[in-house]
T-cell receptor, first 114, second 115 residues
Framework: GNSVTQMEGPVTLSEEAFLTINCTYT??????LFWYVQYPGEGLQLLLK?????DKGSNKGFEATYRKETTSFHLEKGSVQVSDSAVYFC?????????????FGKGTLLTVNP | NAGVTQTPKFQVLKTGQSMTLQCAQD?????MYWYRQDPGMGLRLIYY???????DKGEVPNGYNVSRLNKREFSLRLESAAPSQTSVYFC??????????????FGPGTRLTVT
């Protein structure tokens, strides 16, 4: 079945540091890939997405590239801010079929200190 | 445009009590979902509804029932609450009537404690 593995947290960085959160997946076919962000006390918000190999999703300074050869979708940001402190979830949606559910990783807590 | 709304925000139940969590979306989405979020477990799908009038089990359906009341509303019912159902519950919706990727939009969550 489908699965998503993302790096265990928590991750603690200083403001303006470089961020990488690793995400790898197992799925059949060509899944769509997502990063969601959950700020404290809130629901999940879509951060970025990619639907095919070599696609790069980007939003708010975050980027992730769909790498089919390594089955990865790592999240990066060049300079984090305190306001980026949140839990980040990698997720996939399998291609085809009538099952529209997302498979989520367990989440990575990011804390950015001033 | 409120997106996905959930009520209540917080709830405390005693073991054996029942309750219904309400969810509504105003984006005209055809698919809706219920997840639970537990520490270290990520989100796990309880039930989903691909369209009005249909519902299907997800990964962890035991102890829950759902009703897709109309296109806008999708409720989750706990008939006899147990401490293992203490969790944060999220409702989500997506437009699956067109091409992928079918990103989901989430409500703010309901924090449920069962004592």
């Amino acid at each position: 079945g489908n699965s998503v593995t993302q790096m265990e947290g928590p991750v603690t960085l200083s403001e303006e540091a470089f961020l990488t959160i690793n995400c790898t997946y197992t799925a059949t076919g060509y899944p769509s890939l997502f990063w969601y962000v959950q700020y404290p006390g809130e629901g999940l918000q879509l951060l970025l997405k990619a639907t095919k190999a070599d696609d790069k999703g980007s939003n708010k300074g975050f980027e992730a590239t769909y790498r089919k050869e390594t089955t990865s979708f790592h999240l990066e940001k060049g300079s984090v801010q305190v306001s980026d402190s949140a839990v980040y979830f990698c997720a996939l949606k399998n291609s085809g079929g009538s099952n529209y559910k997302l498979t989520f990783g367990k989440g990575t807590l990011l804390t950015v200190n001033p | 445009n409120a997106g996905v709304t959930q009520t209540p925000k917080f709830q405390v139940l005693k073991t054996g009590q029942s309750m219904t969590l309400q969810c509504a979306q105003d984006m005209n989405h055809n698919s809706m979902y219920w997840y639970r979020q537990d520490p270290g477990m990520g989100l796990r799908l309880i039930y989903y509804s691909a369209s009005e009038g249909t519902t299907d089990k997800g990964e962890v359906p035991n102890g829950y029932n759902v009703s897709r009341l109309n296109k806008r509303e999708f409720s989750l019912r706990l008939e006899s609450a147990a401490p293992s159902q203490t969790s944060v519950y999220f409702c989500a919706s997506s437009d699956t009537s067109g091409p992928p990727p079918y990103e989901q939009y989430f409500g703010p969550g309901t924090r449920l404690t069962v004592t």
